[in-house]
T-cell receptor, first 112, second 112 residues
């Protein structure tokens, strides 16, 4: 079983609609959680960190459920520019240093 | 500007010809790592480094070497490249492996 799993999609979303998707992780001791955005074969870029209390950044809302070991991302009022692959990233501990574990990504396609 | 710089961006080489991909960061980060990205598999860690002269294997280290002689640089070495090392490679740095990772622009390597 992969340490971080995501639905690969694609999620085809009409412009202006809401889309949400989850990511599950297997290590209950995971410490930090992030959503990264990756445009076609370019470098991943941080979209937002995910905090225990949940957090919002404009049209994006991230939630963490430690009991069920998943994080979620919700995008409201989707824009064409939101079309991308969204990577779930979880860090675990290796000795005293973190180690990033990446999901394979969820593809979102926003259509006019 | 905070950045991670990889070179070259594109490389086509022949089996067995040693090559080095350079990576440099200007953020004084302790933690640096190399990933390869293949379709459907997501980002897999090759090697990481917690500080100068301190490196360790990631999930897919076979066929690769690294060195960390200076804090800012973390080159990836393929002593004898093979076609199964054809992939998209990313270098990343982070303050400590728990906080945000910054990625280089990627190196698209083709081994024929």
């Amino acid at each position: 079983r992969k340490e971080v799993e995501q639905d690969p999609g694609p999620f085809n979303v009409p412009e202006g609609a809401t889309v949400a998707f989850n990511c599950t992780y297997s290590n209950s001791a995971s410490q930090s959680f992030f959503w990264y955005r990756q445009d076609c074969r370019k470098e991943p870029k941080l979209l937002m960190s995910v905090y225990s209390s949940g957090n919002e950044d404009g049209r994006f809302t991230a939630q963490l459920n430690r009991a069920s070991q998943y994080i979620s991302l919700l995008i409201r009022d989707s824009k064409l520019s939101d079309s991308a692959t969204y990577l779930c990233v979880v860090t675990s501990t290796t000795d005293s240093w973190g180690k990033f574990q990446f999901g394979a990504g969820t593809q979102v396609v926003v259509t006019p | 500007e905070a950045q991670v710089t990889q070179n070259p961006r594109y490389l086509i080489t022949v089996t067995g010809k040693k090559l080095t991909v350079t990576c440099s960061q200007n953020m004084n980060h302790e933690y640096m790592s190399w990933y390869r990205q293949d379709p459907g598999l997501g980002l897999r860690q090759i090697y990481y480094s917690m500080n100068v002269e301190v490196t360790d294997k990631g999930d897919v280290p076979e066929g690769y070497k690294v060195s960390r002689k200076e804090k800012r640089n973390f080159p990836l070495i393929l002593e004898s490249p093979s076609p199964n090392q054809t992939s998209l490679y990313f270098c990343a740095s982070s303050r400590d492996g728990y906080t945000e990772a910054f990625f280089g622009q990627g190196t698209r390597l083709t081994v024929v």
